[in-house]
């Protein structure tokens, strides 16, 4: 009689995981999303908030700049991402608020 009761327990165990992994999504695991794909560079639109992602052998297109180095968002939502939103750069390269 005591194989069932163990497994009964053990089938508890196991739902009440899932259910706990379930209700959390996972908060353990993280994922980013890059701003580019590998072998690009993110550009900004200048005078505006709009970005692109240019080819690393190439330079941005007209309207656009690179950012500020050490100020380059590197995944959606990170500082940078998030503080350019509201922020570009002028056509002198100042940093100006976003319009």
């Known amino acids: ?6 497994l009964q327990i053990l089938g508890v165990a196991l739902a009440g995981a899932a259910a706990a992994v ?11 999303e890059n701003i580019c794909s590998s072998g690009e560079y993110p550009v900004l639109q200048v005078n505006g908030t709009g970005s692109a992602c240019v080819p690393d052998d190439q330079e941005p297109g007209e309207g656009y700049a690179r950012y500020p180095e050490g100020e380059v968002p590197e995944y959606v939502d990170d500082k940078w991402d998030v503080y350019w939103r509201t922020h570009t750069l002028d056509e002198n390269g100042d940093i100006v608020d976003a319009s």
Do not use: D, F
Not at 1 to 6: A, D, G
């Open 1 to 6: 009689m005591s194989k069932p009761r163990s």
């Open 22 to 32: 379930t209700l959390t999504g996972c908060a353990g695991l993280e994922y980013r």
